[in-house]
C-alpha cells in the first residue's frame, strides 16, 4: 500500500509563516497534492507538483524532492482564514490518489 | 462553490434502513469517486469509475454498492450499516488522460450518522 505521512497538528501567530512537512512511499509516483480543507467543508486543490522544486502561488508555496519522497507546503503571512486542515496526497502508478490524515493548522492572533 | 454537488448534506438513518447518497458534477470530467472521511484518519478512496469502467477498492463492504448512470451522475446505494459507517462521504471528480490536471473537485460531502 501506500504510505502518506504528515504531522498532525501545527500553530502559528498571524502574519507568521508555517512549513507542513509531508513524506510518501508509494507504488510510482505521478505527482503530490496539496488540498485545503476548512471545518465541515470539502476539500479545495492548492497545488500540484510533479517535478523537482518550489512552485510558488501567492502565499502559497509547495516544494517536491521526488528523490527524497519529501514535499512542503509553505503558508505566509499567516491570515485567520488559513486555519484549517492540509491534506497531502501522493498520485501513485495506478493514479489512486492516497492521502495523509491531514494537518491542522490553527492561527492565532 | 464547486461544480460538484451533493445530496443530501446530512443523513441519519438506523441500521436496518435503505438510502442512497447522490453526486452531480457540471464540469464535464470523465471520472468521478466516492471517499470515505472519518475523524483523524485519512482519507479513503471507496470507488472509482474512470471512462466508465468501475475500479473498486476490495476492502469496501457489500453494503456499500456504487452506481454510475453516466459521467456525471454517482450514487451510493447503503443499506444494513453499521454505527462504524458514520463519518463524512465525500464525492470528487477529475478529467484523467490529463495528468499534468489531475486534481480532483469534491463536494460538500453527506454527514451521514448511523444509529
Known amino acids: 500500500g501506500q504510505n502518506i505521512d504528515q504531522p498532525t497538528e501545527m500553530t502559528a501567530t498571524e502574519g507568521a509563516i508555517v512549513q507542513i512537512n509531508c513524506t510518501y512511499q508509494?507504488?510510482?509516483?505521478?505527482?503530490l497534492f496539496w488540498y485545503q480543507q476548512h471545518a465541515g467543508e470539502a476539500p479545495t486543490f492548492l497545488s500540484y507538483n510533479v517535478l523537482d522544486g518550489l512552485e510558488e502561488k501567492g502565499r502559497f508555496s509547495s516544494f517536491l524532492s521526488r528523490s527524497k519522497g519529501y514535499s512542503y507546503l509553505l503558508l505566509k503571512e499567516l491570515q485567520m482564514k488559513d486555519s484549517a486542515s492540509y491534506l497531502c496526497a501522493a498520485l501513485p502508478g495506478d493514479y489512486k490518489l492516497s492521502f495523509g490524515a491531514g494537518t491542522t493548522v490553527t492561527v492565532r492572533a | 462553490e464547486t461544480g460538484v454537488t451533493q445530496t443530501p448534506r446530512h443523513l441519519v438513518m438506523g441500521m436496518t434502513n435503505k438510502k442512497s447518497l447522490k453526486c452531480e458534477q457540471h464540469?464535464?470530467?470523465?471520472?468521478m469517486y466516492w471517499y470515505k472521511q472519518s475523524a483523524k484518519k485519512p482519507l479513503e478512496l471507496m470507488f472509482v469509475y474512470s471512462l466508465e469502467e468501475r475500479v473498486e477498492n476490495n476492502s469496501v463492504p457489500s453494503r456499500f454498492s456504487p452506481e454510475c448512470p453516466n459521467s456525471s451522475h454517482l450514487f451510493l446505494h447503503l443499506h444494513t450499516l453499521q454505527p462504524e459507517d458514520s463519518a463524512l462521504y465525500l464525492c470528487a471528480s477529475s478529467q484523467v488522460l490529463a495528468v499534468e490536471r489531475y486534481e480532483q473537485y469534491f463536494g460538500p460531502g453527506t454527514r451521514l450518522t448511523v444509529t
Open positions: 508509494t507504488s510510482g509516483f505521478n505527482g
Open positions: 464540469l464535464g470530467h470523465n471520472a
